[in-house]
């Protein structure tokens, strides 16, 4: 087949279709919206959307507002000041400030637009001029001013207050004209606002009794069309000349109300009459002529996309051309996308292919009713019915594929074999069966003629493929018993991408043969983030000018791009699952058709446009899509019918940048919208604690393409999240500090919301957390610390004032008592010891006195020594290191050299500067002179060494050695004088050891450390 200009067959019961003028009926599809879709009444009075694209619809028990997605109510509550002034809602209006008025049988409410609550102007409130003012109409002139018409006034709102304008005797209605004048119509009188004193200039009297005004309405033309009660639909021109009157036939079953015209609305050059008897359209661009309307609708039960009800209570046109007409069945809305397609063919069955020549279209049809031809501009050209009579098995049969080979013969696959059929000589040239041919069996889904090889391919109905060679009139079959490649028999189509590959599409994936390398290969799934994905049924392939091949699946779009299939599905992006279509158009923008949608990938922008029932259009269930190669016009073939369509009006409003708005802010559940003119936040600053926000906001969406996506950023220069179709933020726990958030909503991820949605707001912290109470923190720790160290400082230096005086007092004792010992005591004992001499020497012929005086003289002159040691160690002069050691090396000699035992010493030289306590002295000195003494009179020693040394740099060794008798010592210590010496070095915190053996002499150690 034709790759340019081959449409991608599609698998689903296709059918033919016949050429017939545009209905116009086929422009005013309507969506129905009822209680079941959420409206409070179905009893619908009026509608408006607002400036910034939301509906609000209002009823006899309540208004609404639609943003596309869901309805908000807005009602009467008694014990409500805040609710709206009544539950019957007469019209609806939007000041220049962006607030919404709503005129009731009960007075007038102010609605705020984001937490809808009211300001009513009702009997008894507000004001006085709207006592006993019911049936209360509104409307807003082209400078956004509000007008209101009662039973009794005309109001003007100014400064946010009503002022009487003019009385009326009874209600009517008012709308405004194209030079911003105020039209009124009341019983029998219309009238025309103003002249500078304010008044109302009537323009014109009938009979009251004649007519009853309803509404009225300028047209751009400037002619002004009437409704009545009882007279019909009248028109007078600019001038108020050239009447027309219109009462269409009256309903014998109900005459009064047949001639009801309740609401009138234009567009561009149409104007929309609604009645009791069904919606009237005229096409003002030339003479008008009341009695033929250029369209009529009314309420059919059999109309599944028609009006609901046939009396029509208002008609409301929007900015984007959308129709929306309120009746007693509900709400009716025509989409301006449903007007952007229009059905141009329709017939008795379903398009099975479509084949594009240099010539124009071949379409083919199920149910025998044969094969189609048009021309490049789609004008049916020529119809075959059926083959020849002769060939009785063939006629009438489902036709399912059609391709040309290069003599320009056509071949056709039907459901009872192939046909081979000359279009030059228009005749029959042969059939081929499983039972003439060896065709693998009659059910055939395609036809594809392999030129190069002079073959034709059939896909045959669960037997495979079967490939017949024209010059020899064989059949070969390729199935899954003969081939590894086919995992499938049941083959639904062909596509020859006319660059040497035939891709094959199966009900379990898709195949691809090279028919230059003779290579076959095929895919059944794809690998995806979490499983592999399944092809399944193929529905159509499509190779495109950039080289990627695009499938369409039963279960979503498969991209074949550098050697790699990739998968996408609903999951990310795809209005449905189901691709039924593909085609390319000449500016390489991709469409895809869907069972309920159609989508447009644009390549330029690379954003994505979908027309879809979702988004308020009404579609036929799509079986195929194509595109024309002449005027690259898209076709859309579903519902027995071909449809245009707009493709250029889709893209383009799919590239607009929506906006957005918020709907509700809330601090730890509780609500802090807007409550004043503002529609934002209320109150900015929060406590700490009020730190769970939760944001919630919305883009109307009536009826546009794309499906809305948001996204939110916080702080300028933040990272903007992911896009998602969650319309609320939860931000649970937010630290104290300054928040701007940013919000976006875009269609197709390129074009987003020109203005975001920014709400700011401040979350104190707590005041142990705040600057200033950090630094009054600081300046008490620091004051505290000051007046610590300060205190502290004050009493070490007390107590080591203190301590000095203690010294010093004591230092003072021991020198006065070292003074008293050495004078008193000492020069006593010294005496003593002096007169025993004496005595020793007169006596000489006693030996037991002189023996007794000796000893005397030893214990005074031992004393004596005790003394002096005693003296030595209290005197606070001997508390250096070096005074110790020196002493002790004095002691020791003298103590030997009076005992005539032979001395020696080996002292290291230590310079170490330290005072040394006085216990400390006392008890090494005590140890020392307790070893100097056991070495004499225990150990009969005649020669003892005393050696002081470091061991190292901060610990005193003091050793006694002595040749003397020695002992044998075995881990502990026997005598009294051993125990007590090792005692006197515990308390001191130093160690005592001994080293001895009988014989050969004592070792005394002294440790210390210094």
Not at 212 to 236: E, H, R, S
Not at 864 to 889: E, K
């Amino acid at each position: 087949m034709n790759a340019v200009y081959l449409f991608i067959k599609a698998i689903v019961l296709l059918s033919s279709f016949y050429i017939c003028s545009s209905s116009v009926s086929a422009q005013y599809v309507f969506n129905a919206y009822t209680r079941d879709d959420g409206l409070i009444s179905n009893e619908v009075t009026c509608t408006y959307r607002d400036s910034r694209g939301f509906l609000w619809i209002g009823s006899k028990e309540g208004l609404q507002v639609y943003n596309g997605k869901y309805f908000r109510n807005i009602r009467h509550h008694l014990l409500d000041s805040t609710s709206l002034s009544s539950d019957w809602v007469m019209s609806i209006a939007e000041d220049s400030r962006g607030f919404i008025w709503v005129g009731t049988d009960k007075g007038i409410s102010k609605i705020h637009p984001g937490h809808l609550r009211c300001t009513r102007y009702a009997p008894g409130k507000k004001m006085s001029s709207l006592v006993n003012s019911f049936y209360s109409k509104v409307t807003a002139d082209h400078h956004g001013t509000i007008w209101a018409l009662t039973s009794n006034y005309l109001l003007c709102l100014k400064k946010d207050s009503f002022v009487i304008i003019d009385q009326v005797d009874r209600p009517g209605h008012l709308s405004i004209g194209n030079n911003n004048q105020l039209l009124i119509a009341i019983r029998g009188s219309l009238f025309v606002k103003k002249n500078e004193a304010g008044l109302l200039e009537e323009y014109r009297k009938e009979d009251k009794d004649k007519f009853v005004y309803t509404t009225l309405y300028q047209d751009v033309k400037g002619n002004y069309w009437i409704g009545t009660w009882a007279g019909g639909l009248l028109m007078y021109n600019s001038n108020w000349t050239n009447a027309q009157q219109f009462k269409w036939d009256q309903d014998p079953s109900n005459p009064s109300a047949t001639n009801i015209v309740l609401s009138i609305s234009g567009n561009k050059n149409e104007v929309y009459v609604g009645t009791s008897n069904g919606l009237y359209m005229y096409k003002i661009d030339g003479a008008i002529d009341l009695a033929n309307p250029t369209v009529r609708l009314q309420y059919k039960p059999e109309e599944r996309y028609g009006l609901s009800s046939s009396w029509i209570n208002h008609i409301a046109i929007d900015q984007k051309e959308n129709i929306w007409v309120a009746n007693t069945g509900g709400l009716n809305a025509s989409m301006s996308l449903n007007r952007e397609y229009n059905e141009m063919a329709s017939g008795t069955g379903l398009t099975t292919d479509l084949l594009w020549t240099n010539d124009g279209l071949i379409s083919s049809s199920w149910y025998g009713k044969g094969v189609y031809f048009f021309d490049r501009k789609m004008n049916l050209v020529k119809t075959i019915p059926y083959f020849p009579e002769s060939k009785k098995e063939l006629n009438n049969s489902q036709i399912s594929g059609l391709d040309l080979d290069d003599q320009g013969n056509l071949w056709v696959a039907t459901f009872n074999g192939l046909v081979e059929y000359d279009l030059n000589r228009q005749r029959t040239l042969a059939y081929y069966t499983k039972e003439n041919n060896g065709f693998a069996t009659n059910r055939l889904n395609d036809v594809w003629v392999n030129k190069s090889e002079q073959e034709v391919w059939t896909a045959n109905y669960d037997a495979g493929i079967t490939r017949y060679d024209l010059l020899t009139g064989k059949a070969t079959h390729v199935n899954k018993e003969n081939s590894s490649f086919i995992v499938h028999d049941l083959i639904w189509s062909f596509y020859d991408d006319q660059a040497g590959a035939l891709w094959i599409l199966t009900n379990a994936g898709v195949i691809r043969y090279n028919y230059f390398t003779k290579e076959w290969r095929y895919w059944t799934e794809v690998a995806s983030d979490t499983i592999p994905v399944k092809m399944g049924r193929a529905n159509v392939i499509l190779k495109d000018s950039r080289g990627i091949v695009w499938l369409g699946t039963e279960n979503g779009l498969f991209i074949y791009l550098n050697q790699q299939w990739f998968f996408k599905g609903i999951e990310n992006g795809l209005p449905e699952r189901s691709v039924n279509g593909i085609v390319e158009d000449k500016k390489g923008n991709i469409w895809m058709g869907f069972p309920h949608s159609i989508a447009g990938f644009n390549s330029g922008t690379l954003s994505t446009s979908i027309l879809s029932t979702n988004n308020g259009v009404v579609l036929p269930t799509i079986d195929l899509i194509s595109i024309n190669p002449w005027s690259d016009q898209l076709y859309m073939i579903g519902n027995h019918s071909i449809y245009t369509i707009n493709k250029e009006y889709i893209l383009a409003s799919h590239t607009e940048s929506p906006s957005i708005y918020l709907e509700e802010f809330l601090i730890n559940g509780k609500s802090y919208y807007s409550m004043n003119d503002s529609f934002g936040i209320e109150k900015k600053n929060f406590r700490y604690n009020e730190n769970n926000v939760e944001i919630g906001f919305i883009t109307p969406n009536l009826g546009e393409t794309g499906k809305l996506m948001y996204s939110y950023r916080i702080g300028n220069g933040g990272t903007w999240s992911a896009s998602n179709e969650n319309n609320r933020i939860i931000l649970p726990q937010l630290s104290p500090g300054s928040y701007q958030i940013e919000i976006r909503a875009t269609k197709d991820g390129l074009h987003w919301s020109k203005e975001p949605l920014r709400i700011s707001f401040v979350i104190r912290s707590p005041f142990w957390a705040t600057w200033w109470f950090r630094l009054l923190l600081l300046l008490v720790i620091l004051t505290g610390m000051v007046l610590l160290v300060r205190f502290v400082s004050t009493r070490n230096l007390k107590l080591k004032i203190l301590q000095l005086e203690k010294d010093q007092a004591i230092e003072k004792e021991r020198s006065r008592l070292a003074g008293d010992m050495h004078d008193d005591l000492g020069s006593g004992l010294t005496k003593i010891s002096i007169l025993s001499e004496v005595v020793k020497k007169k006596i000489h012929n006693d030996e037991k006195v002189e023996t007794y005086l000796e000893n005397i003289s030893d214990s005074s002159r031992e004393l004596v020594q005790n003394l002096n040691n005693i003296i030595w160690s209290l005197n606070p002069g001997n508390d250096q290191l070096q005074a110790l050691l020196a002493y002790i090396r004095e002691y020791a000699a003298q103590f030997t050299e009076s005992c005539q035992v032979m001395f020696e010493t080996e002292i290291q030289p230590i310079y170490i500067d330290k005072e040394v306590a006085e216990q400390v002295r006392r008890n090494i000195f005590l140890v020392t002179k307790e070893a100097l003494n056991n070495a004499v009179k225990h150990g009969k020693a005649e020669r003892i060494i005393l050696r002081i040394e470091l061991i190292d740099p901060s610990k005193l060794r003091i050793t006694i050695i002595d040749n003397g008798k020695g002992m044998d010592v075995k881990g502990q210590f026997g005598g009294n004088g051993l125990k007590n010496m090792e005692k006197r070095m515990k308390e001191i915190g130093g160690s005592f050891s001994l080293e001895s053996q009988p014989g050969k002499g004592t070792s005394v150690f002294l440790e210390y450390n210094i």
